[in-house]
């Protein structure tokens, strides 16, 4: 039996990446180093939890506009989150 899984994926993961994308501006420091984004949409993503799908339009589908609003809210928390966290740690790597 071989089961391809390859369509199954965290529906947060493409709207923590793009709303790390558009917050990236503002922390410049972060902006400009690829892994620091990426220590960013971790950081989020971990806050999160996981909401496993295979079609996102199946999955939105089934939210009502409150489940939605609170996923969009939640999004943006986290990654608000995660910008600050990395950027204290940056703050106190320079010190040390």
Not at 12 to 26: G, I, K, T
Not at 53 to 70: K, M
């Amino acid at each position: 039996m071989n089961q391809d899984f390859s369509s199954i994926y965290n529906h947060h993961e493409r709207e923590v990446l793009s709303a790390v994308m558009a917050l990236a501006p503002q922390f410049p420091a972060i902006a400009a180093d690829s892994d620091l984004l990426c220590d960013v949409a971790c950081v989020a993503l971990n806050r999160l939890p996981p909401r496993y799908i295979r079609h996102a339009v199946d999955f939105l589908f089934y939210l009502t506009e409150h489940e939605r609003r609170e996923i969009d809210t939640a999004i943006e928390e986290s990654v608000g989150y995660a910008f600050n966290f990395v950027q204290a740690r940056l703050a106190l790597r320079a010190k040390g």
